[in-house]
């Protein structure tokens, strides 16, 4: 079977075959590159399963294949649950040149005055299929852990460097890819997704 994954980032299409073919689908895996007239769709409703679910239906009905999308982003409890689904776009406008950066810098400003036992967060992804008859799945994945007041580690993006996994002393940032794939939220929520869609074909 033929499957798009509504996504521009070609790092993404590799762990998406490798988690499919541990489920057992065979599946041809597509990313939006050969869909260039795919539609931009603005990440617009206030949960990660509500901004996935917009993505996946509206490439679906183009290209008329079954379509996985996903969202995700950190929740910080002491933040009341932001940066949440704006966690790419928390600095707004001032994020102009390096985003990730000013997003990680306020994130650690707003976070000052916090003691290391209320510095607790998690990494948040909901990843859907849609089906061309309109079916449509949703898994999630969370991935529980703590902040740390400074960066560390050179690996990942976004929040990464500050974001210590529960049972680890290490920062995502410091991990390598395969060991931060191995527990990541959007590891869990993709492999969820692969195992309903194994049973479904």
């Excluded at 050969?34 to 539609?39: I, K, L, M, S």
């Excluded at 931009?40 to 996946?56: D, H, Q, R, Y």
Aim: proline share 5%; hydrophobic share 45%; with cysteine.
């Amino acid at each position: 079977m033929k499957l798009v994954l509504a996504t521009r980032n070609a790092k993404k299409i590799p762990e998406m075959r490798a988690i499919l073919a541990e489920a057992g689908v065979d599946a041809e895996v597509l990313s939006l590159a050969g869909f260039p007239d795919a539609p931009e769709v603005p990440e617009t409703e206030p949960s990660f399963i509500g901004n996935a679910l917009l993505k996946a239906r509206a490439v679906a009905a183009h290209t008329g294949l079954p379509t996985v999308a996903d969202d995700s982003g950190l929740s910080v409890d002491e933040l009341r649950g932001m940066p949440g689904v704006l966690s790419a776009r928390w600095a707004g406008r001032f994020g102009a040149g390096d985003q990730d950066r000013a997003n990680l810098d306020l994130v650690l400003d707003q976070l000052a005055d916090t003691p290391a036992e209320r510095r607790g967060a998690e990494f948040v992804c909901a990843a859907v299929l849609v089906m061309p008859d309109g079916t449509e799945v949703v898994a999630e994945g969370v991935l529980r852990g703590r902040l740390v007041g400074e960066r560390r580690g050179e690996n990942g993006f976004g929040y990464d460097p500050v974001f210590v996994p529960e049972g680890e002393s290490r920062t995502t940032g410091e991990l390598s890819a395969e060991e931060k794939n191995a527990i990541s939220h959007r590891g869990i929520a993709f492999r969820k997704l692969a195992g309903e869609l194994a049973d479904m074909i």
